[in-house]
C-alpha cells in the first residue's frame, strides 16, 4: 500500500465540468493538508472532444505534474481509453458500467473499476450534470480521503447553506458514490490517502498570482481583447475594478487595448494590457509608440503555441525572440519571464516598478502551463508585505511648482532617465511625439538631437541592469549534469533534479527569469566550468539557448525541446538526458 | 484669464501657406480660451499625418501617436484621466481609414472625446494618394484611372454608430467652427466633427472656391431639428452641388461611457495615490485560493 503519494485524472467532454470539478478536488486535496500539483488539459471548443484534468497529491516536497497515474476516472469512452494507458500496475480506471470498452488494448495490471455511476447519481436524487460530482465521491471512497474536505468544497462552490438544493444534490451524490466506491473496491485499490497537519497553503495557478501581483503594485488600468490565456488576467483584475480602483476596458481588438494602456500611461496611471501572442503580433507597432514616447506601459503576454491560430489551449515558449525584437527600430525595453507563482506574482508588481523607473514597455512573459497549472504554495509565496512602490522620477507638484522656464520632458541626462510629470499642472504642459523630437518633445530631425536622444533612450537600458534579477543557481555548485532553462521550464526541470538525485546522478540548474536586458554576465559566470550543459525549452529551434550563445559565445550543443503542445514533464527531460 | 496666447506655441508649424488646417487650429485655441480651460486641463491627442502636427504647434499637453490610433489612445487618458478635456485631431486618412473601427466604436460608447477630423480628400503627407472621403474617380498617384472606391460618408457612419454629437465645418469659417467645438467641448460624450478643408498642394479640384460655393448653414435646411435623429440621417447625406454645415444631431440623453464606469464613482484613478495594499486586503486577496 502507497500513502499519500498519487496522481489523478479525470476525462471528460467539454461541457462535462471536467475543469470545474477537477479544480474542487484539487482544492479538497490542499485543503487536507496535502501538495497539490494539477494540470488542466482541453481543446478549443465549447461542447465535446476530450479534456483533462490531471492531479498529483502528496505529502512531501515535489515540484511538477508527472506522467504516472494511479486513479483515472472517465466520464466518457474516449477517456477510458486515453487514460487507461497511464495507469501505473495497480492503478484503477472508474467509469460507468454503461460504457461500452474495449479492454483487448488494456495494460497488464490496470484493475477495472466500472461502476453503476450514472444508477447511484438518480438513486441519490442528482441530476446526470452530477456525474462529475460522484467522481470525486468515489476517489475519496477508493483512498479512504476524509469526505469532510470534498464537502466543504462543494458548500462553497454551491452555497455554504445547508439546505440549499443544490449543494444538498451534489453532497448526497458525493455520499452516495462514496459509499459504493467504500464498499466494492476499496480494499482493492492499494493508494490511500489520509489528511495531513501541515500550514496552510494556497491552491494558485500563475494567472492569478500575476493578476493579484499587479493589484498588489497599484495597477490603475487595463485594457484587453479576449485571447486564450491571456484573457482571465483582465477578468481577474476587472472582477476588482471597483474595490481597487482599476478601470479595465474589453476593448474592440488589441491595437485598441495597447493604446489605450499607453494612453493611460500618458495620462499618469500605472497601466497594462493582457493577451497572448497572436493579440501581441497586433500590439507591436504601438509598442514601439510607448518606446519613443518613452510611456511606461506593462503588457503581459501568455504564450500559447502558434504560429498564427496555432494551439489555442496548450502550451509553449515560442514568443520569446519575438517580445525581444517586435516592432520598427530600436528602443529600451524590459523583458520578465517569472517561472513560479511566487516570481508571477513578483513580476505582476515589480513590472509597473521597472516601466515607470525606465519608462518603457515592460513584458511579462507568461506560458500557458505557468497560467493555469493550480499548485499549493505557502500563503507567503504571495508576498504583499515585500511590495515596494517606485514610481520612478515622476515629478511631485511642489517640484513642478519650482519649476524654472519651460519643462523639458525628454531633458539628456546621464542615466537616460528624464523627469516625468503627470498632466495636470500648469508647469508640467508637454507635447510628445511618435516622431523622433527634442527635449520639449517638439518633433525635430537635426542629426545631432536625433543621435543624442537615441543614446538617451538607450542608455535607459544599461541603467536599467541595476534591477535585473540574476538568473538563479539550484543545486550544488558543481554537478553532472547542469539544465538551463527559463520561464515555466522550473518546474519540471527541478521535479527531474529531485529524481535523478534518486538515482545518485547530480544535477543543477541555472534558471533565468529576467530575460532582458539580458543578464549575460551572471550568466556566462554560472555556466563556466560547467560539465554537461542540457538546455529545456517548449519550441522547436531552443531560443533560450541561442539568446545565451549570442549574448555569451557559449554554445549549448545538448537541447531537450518540446513543441508539440503539451507541457514539459519530468519524465520528458529524462528521457531526453538518454536520447540526446 | 485664458486667452488664446495662452496656447501659443514656440514652434512654427510646417503647413504649406494658405493649408485649411490654420484655420481649425485658430478655432480650436479660440474655442479653448473662450471656453476657460488653461492649456493644463486639455490634452490634444492625434495621429500621424499633416493635421495631427497641431499638438506640436499648440502649448497644451499633446499627444501624437500612430496613424489611425489617436481614438484608442485618448479613450485611455479619458479613462484614467476623466477631469481632462480630451480632443483628438485625426486626418481624413488617419481617422477614417486606418482609425475608422475606433471611430465607430467610440460612437457607440459615447466616451467623452472629442474627434477633429481634419478632412481634405486627399493624403497630404504622403504627397497625394486619394483618400476614402475622396470622389469616386479621383485621379491621384494610387488611382491613375480614378478612384474606383466609393467615398465613405462619416457623418452618417457616426450616426449610425450611436454618436451623440455630429457636426461639420469649414475650415474657412473659424468663427462657426470655433462655436461648434466649444458645443463639442461642453457635450456629454463622444462628438465628431468633421471639417472640410481645401489641401493646397494636393487638392486641386476641393479648392476654397469649390467649397464656398457650396457650403450653407444645415440650419437651414426645411425642419431643422438637430434632436431628431432620423432627420439628421437625411440630412447627412446631403453632398453635391449644396453641401450643408453646421451641428446635425445632437442629444444629451445619453450617459458618458466615463460617467457610467464604477471605477470612477470616486474620482478619476489616474489621481489616486499608489500605495502597497493594507494586510487586511492582502488576506482578503489570499483567502479566495484557500
Keep these: 500500500m502507497m500513502k499519500n503519494d498519487m496522481t489523478f485524472v479525470l476525462g471528460g467532454e467539454a461541457g462535462q465540468g471536467v475543469e470545474s470539478t477537477g479544480a474542487g478536488f484539487a482544492l479538497a486535496l490542499a485543503r487536507a493538508g496535502l501538495r497539490v500539483f494539477a494540470v488542466p488539459d482541453y481543446r478549443s471548443r465549447i461542447r465535446g472532444g476530450h479534456n483533462f484534468f490531471q492531479i498529483r497529491a502528496g505529502d512531501y516536497e515535489f515540484f511538477s505534474h508527472n506522467e504516472q497515474v494511479h486513479l483515472a476516472m472517465a466520464l466518457t469512452r474516449e477517456a477510458v481509453d486515453s487514460h487507461v494507458r497511464q495507469l501505473v500496475p495497480g492503478g484503477a480506471i472508474v467509469y460507468d458500467t454503461s460504457l461500452k470498452v474495449d479492454k483487448s488494448a488494456w495494460p497488464d495490471g490496470v484493475q477495472d473499476f466500472a461502476m453503476p455511476i450514472a444508477d447511484l447519481v438518480q438513486g441519490a436524487g442528482g441530476s446526470k450534470l452530477m456525474m462529475n460530482t460522484a467522481m470525486v465521491g468515489i476517489a475519496a471512497g477508493l483512498t479512504g480521503l476524509d469526505l469532510r474536505f470534498v464537502e466543504g468544497v462543494i458548500e462553497d462552490n454551491f452555497g455554504r447553506k445547508r439546505g440549499d438544493s443544490m449543494a444538498e444534490a451534489n453532497l448526497k451524490v458525493a455520499h452516495a458514490a462514496r459509499d459504493y466506491a467504500r464498499a466494492h473496491f476499496a480494499e482493492r485499490f492499494p493508494f490511500k490517502l489520509e489528511a495531513v497537519d501541515a500550514p496552510k497553503r494556497l491552491l494558485i495557478g500563475g494567472n492569478p498570482a500575476m493578476s493579484l501581483g499587479a493589484l498588489a503594485g497599484g495597477i490603475q488600468f487595463m485594457a484587453g481583447y479576449p485571447m486564450t490565456p491571456g484573457s482571465p488576467i483582465l477578468e481577474m483584475i476587472t472582477a476588482k475594478s471597483a474595490e481597487f480602483g482599476v478601470v479595465t476596458k474589453h476593448a474592440e481588438d488589441e491595437i485598441a487595448a495597447i493604446c489605450m494602456a499607453i494612453g493611460a500611461g500618458r495620462a499618469g496611471a500605472r497601466a497594462a494590457t493582457a493577451t497572448s501572442g497572436g493579440g501581441f503580433s497586433l500590439m507591436v507597432e504601438a509598442l514601439g509608440l510607448a518606446g519613443m514616447t518613452e510611456v511606461p506601459v506593462v503588457v503581459f503576454e501568455v504564450q500559447r503555441p502558434g504560429p498564427s491560430t496555432g494551439l489555442p489551449t496548450r502550451t509553449e515558449q515560442s514568443d520569446l525572440m519575438f517580445v525581444l525584437h517586435a516592432s520598427q527600430g530600436e528602443f529600451p525595453r524590459i523583458v520578465l519571464a517569472p517561472g513560479t507563482i511566487e516570481e508571477a506574482f513578483r513580476d505582476g508588481w515589480r513590472a509597473f516598478n521597472l516601466a515607470e523607473k525606465y519608462q518603457c514597455p515592460v513584458i511579462v512573459l507568461s506560458d500557458h502551463f505557468l497560467a493555469t497549472s493550480l499548485q499549493t504554495v505557502p500563503p507567503e509565496a504571495l508576498d504583499f508585505g515585500g511590495v515596494v512602490i517606485d514610481r520612478g522620477a515622476m515629478l511631485t507638484p511642489e517640484q513642478l511648482d519650482a519649476l524654472e522656464g519651460e519643462y523639458k520632458r525628454f531633458a539628456f541626462t546621464d542615466s537616460g532617465i528624464s523627469p516625468w510629470a503627470p498632466p495636470g499642472h500648469p508647469k508640467g504642459v508637454y507635447r510628445s511625439a511618435s516622431d523622433e523630437h527634442d527635449e520639449y518633445g517638439s518633433i525635430e530631425e537635426d542629426a545631432t538631437n536625433r543621435r543624442l536622444m537615441m543614446e538617451k533612450r538607450m542608455r535607459k537600458l544599461e541603467t536599467s541592469r541595476a534591477d535585473i534579477l540574476p538568473p538563479k543557481l539550484y543545486g550544488p555548485e558543481r554537478a553532472a549534469i547542469t539544465f538551463v532553462s527559463w520561464g515555466s521550464g522550473y518546474y519540471p526541470v527541478r521535479e527531474a533534479m529531485r529524481i535523478l538525485a534518486q538515482q545518485g546522478v547530480s544535477s543543477n540548474f541555472l534558471h533565468i527569469t529576467d530575460v532582458w536586458p539580458f543578464p549575460a554576465q551572471a550568466v556566462a559566470e554560472a555556466l563556466r566550468g560547467a560539465k554537461r550543459i542540457m538546455s529545456v525549452e517548449s519550441n522547436y529551434t531552443g531560443q533560450m539557448a541561442g539568446l545565451i550563445r549570442r549574448e555569451t559565445g557559449i554554445h549549448i550543443e545538448e537541447q531537450i525541446l518540446r513543441y508539440d503542445g503539451r507541457p514539459i514533464s519530468p519524465e520528458y527531460i529524462l528521457r531526453g538526458l538518454e536520447g540526446v | ?290
Design chain 2, 1 to 290: 484669464m485664458v486667452t488664446v496666447k495662452d496656447y501659443q506655441s514656440p514652434v512654427t508649424p510646417t503647413w504649406c501657406p494658405g493649408c485649411g488646417n490654420f484655420g481649425i487650429h485658430q478655432a480650436v485655441k479660440t474655442a479653448l480660451a473662450e471656453l476657460g480651460l488653461a492649456p493644463h486641463q486639455v490634452m490634444l491627442v492625434s495621429g500621424i499625418g499633416q493635421s495631427s502636427k497641431l499638438p506640436d504647434y499648440t502649448h497644451a499637453n499633446g499627444y501624437m501617436t500612430l496613424h489611425g490610433r489617436a481614438i484608442p489612445c485618448a479613450t485611455g487618458v479619458k479613462l484614467v484621466r476623466p477631469d481632462l478635456k480630451v480632443i483628438v485631431h485625426s486626418g481624413d486618412g488617419d481617422g477614417y481609414a486606418e482609425g475608422m473601427g475606433h471611430m465607430v466604436h467610440a460612437a457607440r460608447r459615447n466616451i467623452g472625446i472629442v474627434h477633429i477630423a481634419h478632412n481634405n480628400q486627399i493624403y497630404g503627407l504622403t504627397k497625394g494618394q486619394y483618400s476614402p472621403t475622396s470622389a469616386q474617380g479621383t485621379r491621384s498617384s494610387t488611382s491613375p484611372e480614378g478612384s474606383i472606391d466609393r467615398p465613405v460618408n462619416p457623418l452618417l457612419i457616426a450616426l449610425a454608430a450611436g454618436a451623440t454629437f455630429v457636426a461639420r465645418a469649414f475650415s474657412k469659417n473659424s468663427r462657426e467652427l470655433a462655436d461648434i467645438i466649444k458645443a463639442a467641448v461642453q457635450h456629454r460624450g463622444y462628438a465628431l466633427i468633421d471639417v472640410l478643408q481645401p489641401c493646397v498642394t494636393f487638392n486641386r479640384v476641393n479648392t476654397y472656391e469649390w467649397y464656398s460655393e457650396r457650403v450653407y448653414p444645415v440650419s437651414q435646411e426645411p425642419g431643422y431639428d438637430p434632436s431628431d435623429l432620423n432627420w439628421a440621417l437625411r440630412a447627412a447625406q446631403i453632398w453635391g452641388d449644396r453641401i450643408p454645415v453646421g451641428i446635425f444631431y445632437q442629444t444629451e440623453d445619453v450617459p458618458a461611457y466615463e460617467e457610467q464606469v464604477p471605477a470612477l464613482k470616486a474620482g478619476p484613478v489616474g489621481l489616486r495615490p499608489i500605495r502597497p495594499l493594507p494586510p487586511e486586503k492582502a488576506q482578503a486577496l489570499k483567502a479566495a485560493y484557500m
